[in-house]
Nanobody, 128 residues
């Protein structure tokens, strides 16, 4: 059973930077397709940044150029770094994982039903 636990959320001023960390456990073989997702009040959960099995990154248009997703070699940690944050980045950020290693160069906008494992989320609030 894959377990995910996010940390690093909090309050940040507009124009500042943040780094989120997701601790990953239970992945026994291969590098699962994983990513960061977010849900703002009154909105649906959306993809922010994703990685496939060979670490090809894909980003939502809203964060492209401001965000970097990465993970360590042992797939124990997934990271999201974002700079020049904006008030519209305010949301609960979730770490999510498909239950398999996929080879998809672009899946940040794919339906979320394929994401089986979720963390509990971490709140990010950007003040203007």
């Amino acid at each position: 059973q894959v377990q995910l636990a996010e940390s690093g959320g909090g309050s940040v001023q507009s124009g500042g930077s943040l780094k989120l960390t997701c601790a990953v456990s239970g992945v026994t073989y291969g590098r699962y397709c994983m990513g960061w997702f977010r849900q703002a009040p009154g909105k649906e959960r959306e993809g922010v940044a994703t990685l496939d099995a060979i670490d090809r990154a894909d980003y939502a248009e809203s964060v492209k150029g401001r965000a970097t997703i990465s993970r360590d070699q042992d797939s124990k940690f997934l990271y999201l770094e974002m700079n020049n944050v904006k008030p519209e980045d305010t949301a609960i950020y979730y770490c999510g994982s498909r239950p398999y290693a996929c080879y998809l160069e672009s899946w940040v906008d794919a339906p979320l039903r394929e994401v089986k494992y979720w963390g509990q989320g971490t709140q990010v609030t950007v003040s203007s």
